[in-house]
């Protein structure tokens, strides 16, 4: 079989999906993960990004078609002079160093014009990167066709090479593109941007709600693609009918119109138990912003609640005493409400103040102890209340609830009142029957409510909440069959087919939209439980997985379902059919209940996948949360998806002794099922392309210092190897801001490594430890100066490095060491990271005896003075001297003391042309001088003074940002790595705004048109 290697085993442009994937976490509006929770979903930058570069060939697959073409040949021959020059300047410095103490590494090959039309066309598929990642550009067809362009292109090559493969009809239609497949699919961001790169996807998960959300992503919308909607009101309205439907409109406008009509519907059955609320002139006293709402109803928001507890002290025994963790209500500035308990008649009553209180840390305290973390005090007799009495009690069914505050909808915003008698004994009225029964688990990963009497799901749950929510979940059944009788009344065929069995005529229509209706009272849940935090700033209920975990919370919101505001029924079906107006998909999507670890999906399938890590989520515990609601609204319509109580929990591919007996066992357990799952991708996936695995690092991982060597990381590793896969890529994805961690002082690691993986060859040779060294030495530069001319920022390269070095290790069976026994991982990321570290210093040899004097000297003691006496012994070793280095403009020499000059304090006028010493030293600090105080473009003006040496320049910043981070100078290293990033658009503007000559336009020339 031809293989050609794919664009994302050999470069990537990383800052940009970096920065997408950031950006993306701010988006809500139409933004697919608003469908349904799923916990750690993988940005849709990333996935979109990773599974293009694993599809698309890397250049030098196809370099004599690049040859072929004289406008690419001969901007290819511009660039190649000014690198050639480069390599010149390095071989006489070489040559120089030869018979010298210097040690001058080689300069390699010389750059060939193949390499040069391959970079460039390297350039040219990282801008359809750099456009496909953006959020605006997820449903803009002119992106998304040209990247679906080049996915094609590429396929198309490799069915022409195979033509003559014995298995070619099954491999390579070159007709058809291979279908994709996701093991661990989630929340489905993976299969549902392979889909929209127009493959064929296919999705499966152990769990049912990340199978039924998939479902809803790639399953449902394509099979109802370009149809209008069913309900009579738009059927009706021949304007608004008449419109064109794009792409799951039609289905987006009936979710809209059958939550609306269930909303109604509730309306009429539980109105009651959601009044408004009466301004009295009682609540108004003492508030005068309150006068121009006495005698009026307004719409509830939410009801605040605080849990309570007998007093434990015995002279106010029969006392119900609130746990409130807070007394404030709204601490927006301005526009400050809080609580104030009144104590009378033996007993006590809320009343709602506005403004700041003036017992201010009280008020924020509530009636805690002390700060976070601590428990309560009685509110009538100030006695402590220590968290086992609050278990004791709360097991013993005696902890109870009183309402603190309502909050209601005001002409300008919130109002919040003191709680009425009324409002509270019509929640008390609420008898819910028929509430899901099942138990919660005795002990899961992050949940503690069960410490505290609850025991089954319903407990979470008031019983307000619980009828509404168990009507709402039966209204779901009766909008499926209202939904089925509009469709064959707007001539859909009356067929009995369901959705699941591939129906699409009215009765899959009307299971279809059940899913987002059912989807909308999951969300409802969320917000509506008694776990649901009130938002002080925000102002509103704050859903109760702001973690994966189910903590205690002492006093909660009760929103209104019936209103508009958040947790609200009007809220909920927004953000159910929001997402559907943006998808535009048309390609087939499957989603399935399969265990990875035995699936058959993959089957020639493009495989990009994202599994669990150890113990970082307990996905099934957690899950149940909603497979209880839904499983109420849909079984009918999923009966297999739903057979169970509750989600299955004994393949999960989860780390957690709980579940397996100790800490081994449950690792023991992950890694056996985890290498089974990677044996099946690396023994099933499609062979043309490499498979793509997303390793997330746990929370506390990524603050340590044992740096991509962790013990995590090379488990995970081993056990990809152990499956039978070769690695050929490791890249570092993050979505948190860089700065701030090495702001932080922090060893900046990625949030998650994209593996790249090949199925390796049966025939794979062995190796002896020191064949493998030699190959690290003579293959891990050439792919570092690779990296780095892809503009990699300096922060991810060591990790980024691991890759081609993994690459040399697993193309070998075994590396067996001088005793014959097999180098570990472990051992093989040591040396690869050695190996780095060397060629990153041999770099090194490439800078004029100036800057490598001062990299020496600055390893030493960065901007700090050192001793004269040091220096001169070093400038003598480093071929230079120190009243040349003074001259040149980056030392200052006092006494017997020398210090390197910081960038702020070169001068302004410094003009390169006029440096009769010009290095690569000075060159790099005053364009960090440049970029600092004047952006980047001053530093562009810069630039173009510099010429080709300002490439050289962006080497030395790479060099050292590394050499900082090692050194833990963190605002040092931020300098460069600013420098390093910032340099594709310094090239940009100074190609733009300045008039290269000659020499210098062989530097811009790489990204001229
Ligand atoms: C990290 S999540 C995937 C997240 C997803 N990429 C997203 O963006 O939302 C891992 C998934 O693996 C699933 N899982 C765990 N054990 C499994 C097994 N044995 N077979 C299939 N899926 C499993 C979990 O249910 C979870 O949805």
């Given amino acids: 079989m031809k293989l050609y290697k794919k664009l994302i085993e050999v470069a990537l442009p990383l800052e940009a999906i970096n920065k997408a994937c950031v950006r993306e976490k701010a988006i809500r509006h139409g933004h697919p993960s608003t469908l349904h929770l799923w916990w750690a979903r993988r940005p849709l930058a990333a996935a979109r990004s990773v599974i293009f570069a694993q599809m698309v060939d890397d250049p030098s697959a196809y370099v004599d078609v690049l040859r072929a073409d004289p406008k690419l040949r001969k901007k290819a021959e511009v660039a190649l002079r000014a690198r050639k020059k480069l390599w010149d300047e390095a071989c006489v410095l070489a040559k120089k160093a030869k018979g010298s103490a210097l040690a001058v590494p080689e300069p390699g090959p010389a750059p060939t014009l193949d390499d040069t039309l391959a970079d460039q066309e390297r350039q040219r598929l990282f801008r359809i990167i750099e456009d496909l990642v ?76 990340a199978v039924l959300i998939n479902k809803a992503m790639i399953e449902i919308p394509p099979k109802f693609a370009e149809k209008p909607p069913v309900n009579p009101r738009t059927r009706a309205d021949r304007n608004m009918f008449a419109r064109e439907w794009k792409g799951a409109q039609g289905l987006a406008d009936d979710v809209r119109y059958y939550g609306q009509w269930m909303r109604d519907e509730a309306q009429k059955r539980i109105g009651k138990l959601y009044p408004k609320v009466e301004v009295t002139a009682e609540m108004a006293k003492g508030r005068p912003e309150l006068k121009p709402y006495v005698g009026r109803s307004l719409t509830v928001i939410a ?116 709680p009425t008698p009324e409002m509270e004994a019509i929640a008390m009225s609420a008898k819910p029957k028929d509430a899901p029964d099942t138990d919660l688990p005795s002990k899961a990963l992050g949940f503690r409510v069960q410490e505290y009497g609850m025991t089954k799901w319903r407990d979470l749950f008031t019983p307000r909440q619980l009828v509404a929510l168990t009507t709402f979940s039966d209204l779901v059944g009766e909008a499926r069959e209202q939904i089925r009788r509009d469709a064959i009344a707007a001539g859909l065929p009356d067929d009995a087919k369901p959705l699941r069995d591939g129906g699409n005529g009215a009765t899959a229509v009307a299971d279809g939209v059940a899913v987002y209706l059912a989807f909308a009272i999951d969300r409802m849940a969320m917000t509506g439980n008694s776990l649901v935090r009130w938002n002080g700033v925000g102002e509103k209920a704050q859903h109760c997985f702001g973690r994966q975990a189910l903590p205690m919370l002492w006093d909660y919101a009760e929103p209104n379902f019936l209103a508009t505001a958040t947790g609200s029924i009007d809220a909920a079906v927004f953000y159910s059919y929001d997402p559907l107006n943006w998808m535009q998909q048309t390609a087939l999507g499957l989603s399935a209940q399969e265990d990875a670890a035995t699936q058959q999906i993959t089957n020639t399938k493009v495989v990009s996948t994202d599994p669990p890590y150890y113990d970082n989520i307990g996905y099934a515990d957690l899950s149940d949360f909603f497979y209880v609601w839904l499983r109420r609204s849909l079984k009918p319509v999923f009966p297999d998806l739903f057979a169970t109580l509750a989600v299955p929990k004994a393949e999960e591919l989860v780390a957690t002794p709980y579940r397996h007996g100790s800490k081994e066992k449950a690792e023991t357990f992950f890694l056996d099922g985890m ?56 890249w570092p994805m993050r979505t948190e801001m860089r700065s701030r961690q090495i702001a932080m002082g922090t060893n900046a690691l990625a949030s998650s490594i994209i593996l790249v993986c090949r199925r390796r060859s049966v025939s794979a040779p062995t190796a002896t430890r020191r064949e493998f060294l030699t190959a690290l030495k003579a293959e891990l530069p050439p792919a570092l100066a690779h990296l780095q001319r892809g503009n990699i920022a300096p922060v991810d390269l060591a990790q980024a490095a691991i890759g081609p070095g993994m690459a040399v290790y697993t193309r070998y069976s075994k590396v067996l060491d001088a005793e014959a026994k097999p180098v570990s991982v472990r051992e093989a990321l040591a040396l690869i990271n050695q190996t780095f570290d060397e060629a990153l210093a041999a770099q090194e040899g490439d800078f004029d005896a100036d800057t490598r004097w001062a990299l020496t000297w600055f390893e030493q003691s960065g901007f700090d003075e050192g001793d004269y006496g040091i220096a001169e012994t070093l400038s003598k070793a480093k071929n230079t001297s120190v009243q040349g280095l003074v001259d040149a403009g980056i030392l200052r020499s006092s006494r017997s003391k020398v210090r390197l000059l910081a960038p702020k304090e070169l001068p302004t006028a410094w003009d390169p042309a006029a440096d009769s010493r010009l290095s690569a030293w000075e060159s790099v600090h005053h364009l960090i001088r440049a970029l600092e105080s004047g952006g980047e473009s001053a530093a562009a003006d810069l630039v173009v003074k510099l010429g080709v040496k300002a490439e050289v320049a962006r080497e030395l910043a790479y060099r050292l940002y590394t050499l900082c981070e090692r050194k833990k100078r963190a605002s040092d290293a931020l300098a460069y790595n600013g420098l390093v990033q910032s340099f594709p658009e310094i090239v940009r503007l100074a190609r733009e705004g300045g008039k290269p000559k000659a020499e210098q336009g062989a530097l811009f020339a790489e990204t001229e048109e």
Avoid at 165 to 178: N, V
Avoid at 396 to 412: D, F, N, P, Q, S
Avoid at 690 to 717: C, H, M, R
């Fill in 303 to 418: 009801w605040l609640w605080a849990r309570t507890v007998k007093s434990p002290n015995p002279a106010f025994a029969q006392v119900d005493v609130p746990l409130a963790s807070t007394f404030m209500l709204s601490t927006k500035a301005g526009k400050e409400a809080y609580v104030e308990p009144v104590i009378e008649g033996g007993g006590y009553r809320f009343t709602v103040k506005v403004g700041k209180p003036k017992d201010a840390e009280g008020a924020k305290r509530g009636t805690k102890s002390g700060s976070s973390g601590s428990s309560f005090l009685c509110l009538m007799s100030g006695t402590p209340m220590p968290f086992e009495q609050l278990r004791t009690e709360a097991k013993a069914g005696r902890m109870g609830a009183r309402l603190m505050a309502i909050v209601a909808e005001g002409i300008r915003g919130r109002v919040y009142l003191s």
């Fill in 675 to 730: 290498t089974l799952a990677m044996h099946r991708l690396a023994e099933q996936a499609h062979p043309a392309f490499p498979v793509t695995i997303y390793y997330a690092f746990k929370q506390s991982e990524s603050g340590n210092d044992e740096g991509t060597t962790n013990t995590g990381w090379d488990t995970f590793l081993a056990a990809v190897i152990e499956a039978g896969f070769a690695i050929s890529g490791t």
């Fill in 134 to 209: 953006l959020w605006e550009n997820t449903t803009n067809e002119a992106v998304l066709q040209a990247a679906r362009d080049e996915i094609w292109a590429s396929w198309r090559r490799a069915c022409a090479e195979n033509a003559d493969h014995p298995r070619a009809k099954e491999l390579f239609d070159r007709k058809r593109l291979p279908a994709f497949h996701d093991p661990f699919a989630g929340g489905g961001a993976l299969p549902l941007e392979a889909q929209r790169l127009g493959l064929e996807s296919y999705a499966s998960d152990l769990n049912p709600v």
